[in-house]
């Protein structure tokens, strides 16, 4: 049978669609088949509520996209993505009135943080100079040759520390180790486990060197732009087509999957070998999120000052709280005082909402497959800190963990980030080898999430993956 397509991708998530750029731009024809009726996956954007308010449906606050060493390759803003920088990018309030602040500037950053200033800028200076080779470093497999071995050991031994050891052995104080304890909580391990605090120190880096920026319009402007950029390059997108079996694509020479390895398990049927089967169906997931998006008639009403100015707030207290909720979600426990986190993108960006009035997103962490309804609980911790808040309610659109994996079978039992990110899973994503986007499969390569280097939108999974097939297959 002649080929009709050098590549096809399933899925147009940012990984999907990073593929497929990647492919297109070294001269192959790719088509990419979406299940969905939109495209863009994690990225995307939709009036949920009422006219007029434009809510992220996934994806809000984007760190890793804006520090993408792929991303920085392409001319996205040509095809319309802007970044905002909120004037704060991370506030976490404490029921004192305070919050403590992840500002751009480190030493701004550390200044506020009292008497923990000098740990604080003694851990994170460095880092966040070193930002561009790090980000190099992990944003691909962990199996490689370190090309910059000095950064990545002053990242590599701290970020291998639980959580808690690190924040309590190096800050003094409540603001400093709260601060530290949400950033690394995006872990979704809990704060006592290995490797938890490299995700403080990758988000808490990159707050410093390129911002917690939100896009312009909306996070579906990040899909659109990789997108229009792909028709630019020639490929093509298909939507409302779900890939249930290898057999029924079009011929091609090379297929990338951007789909979880369970759902790799049950497309590919019984073409995979025993063992690479069964690895991929010991693959675990993350717990999952309840995620609610509201319409409000007027902005939150923060008792902390900077609350106002942040585009992110964690909402979870102290450290010891935020450790307490965060074993009880991995112990498959609905926590009381959920860790909530928030985003308020229509104070920076007017074209999320009408005049006046805004939206939020939030999300807060539950036991995986979870289907209980907690937005009671989550809005008595928005409440907490900003009292007040129910009143300014003018509409809400909830997801329970289970109806996030209905809207994207990648997102199994509301894992939003392609798979536990446990010390084993981070080095086999989802199996041990340099190469993990390589399937027994000739041809075949998984270019999701679930592979390195893991969750986020910054589309370093399907730039690595294609760079395989380009490699293997299409050279
Ligand atoms: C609620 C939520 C909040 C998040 N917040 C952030 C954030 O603020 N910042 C951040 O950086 N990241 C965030 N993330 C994570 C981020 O969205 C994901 O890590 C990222 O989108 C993963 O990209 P991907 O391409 O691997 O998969 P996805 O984005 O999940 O895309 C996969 C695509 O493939 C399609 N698909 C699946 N199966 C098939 C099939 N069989 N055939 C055809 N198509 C198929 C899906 O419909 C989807 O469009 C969030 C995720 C969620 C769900």
């Given amino acids: 049978m002649s080929i009709e397509y050098d590549a096809v991708v399933a899925g147009s998530g940012p990984n999907g669609l990073a593929a497929a750029i990647t492919l297109a731009r070294a001269a192959y024809s790719v088509l990419v088949l979406e299940a969905n009726s939109t495209i863009g996956g994690g990225a995307r954007s939709a009036e949920l509520t009422l006219p007029g308010f434009v809510h992220d449906v996934c994806s809000a606050v984007h760190p890793l996209a804006a520090g993408s060493p792929f991303f920085k390759t392409l001319p ?20 004192d009135g305070t919050a403590a602040c992840l500002h751009r500037d480190v030493d701004l950053t550390a200044d506020s943080l009292g008497a923990d200033a000098r740990a604080y ?39 291998l520390c639980p ?34 605090s490299a995700f403080a120190l990758v988000l808490g ?12 319009g909306g996070s579906q402007t990040i899909a659109n732009a990789l997108a229009d ?52 169906e010991n693959f675990r997931h993350a717990p999952g999120i309840f995620k609610t998006d509201y319409a409000l ?15 992110t707030i964690h909402l979870g207290g102290t450290l010891d709280e935020i450790a307490h909720v965060e074993r ?20 920076f960006d007017e074209t999320r909402a009408p005049r006046g009035q805004h939206t939020l997103w939030a999300y807060c962490h539950v036991p995986f497959g979870c289907k209980v309804d907690v937005s009671a609980r989550m809005e008595a911790q928005i409440e907490r800190f900003a009292p007040g808040f129910r009143d300014c309610i003018l509409a809400r659109h909830a997801l329970n963990a289970v109806d996030l994996e209905k809207s994207n079978s990648n997102l199994a039992g509301g894992d939003i980030s392609g798979g536990a990110t446990n010390f084993a899973q981070l080095i086999a994503r989802p199996i041990l080898s340099p190469t993990p986007y390589r399937t027994p499969l000739p041809g075949v390569y998984l ?11 910054h589309g370093m999974c399907g730039y690595h993956a294609a760079r395989a097939a380009l490699k293997q297959i299409l050279s």
């Fill in 76 to 95: 996205l803003e040509r095809f319309g993505l802007t970044w905002i920088q909120p004037e704060i990018p991370l506030a976490h309030p404490l029921d």
């Fill in 121 to 159: 800028r003694r851990l994170m200076k460095p880092l966040a100079r070193d930002w561009e080779k790090l980000a190099t470093e992990f944003l691909q497999p962990m199996l490689h040759l370190p090309r910059h071995p000095i950064a990545l050991a002053r990242f590599g031994i701290p970020g």
């Fill in 163 to 196: 959580s808690t050891l690190l924040a309590k052995s190096l800050f003094k104080r409540e603001p400093a180790r709260a601060l530290f304890a949400g950033i690394a909580a995006h872990s979704f391990l809990p704060l006592e486990a290995p490797v938890s």
């Fill in 205 to 216: 880096t990159a707050g410093h060197a390129v911002g917690w920026p939100i896009p312009s």
């Fill in 229 to 280: 950029h792909l028709a630019k390059l020639g490929g093509k997108i298909e939507i409302n087509h779900c890939v249930e079996n290898l057999d029924d694509l079009p011929k091609s020479r090379a297929v990338l999957l951007d789909v979880s390895p369970w759902q790799f398990v049950r497309i590919a049927g019984s073409k995979l070998p025993a063992r690479y089967r069964r690895g991929l």
């Fill in 297 to 311: 008639s007027a902005p939150l009403p923060w008792r902390a000052e900077a609350c106002k100015c942040a585009g």
């Fill in 328 to 347: 009880q979600v991995a112990r498959g426990e609905i926590p009381e005082r959920p860790f909530v986190l928030v985003a308020q993108q229509s104070l």
């Fill in 447 to 457: 270019c999701s999430a679930s592979t390195p280097p893991g969750g986020g939108v």
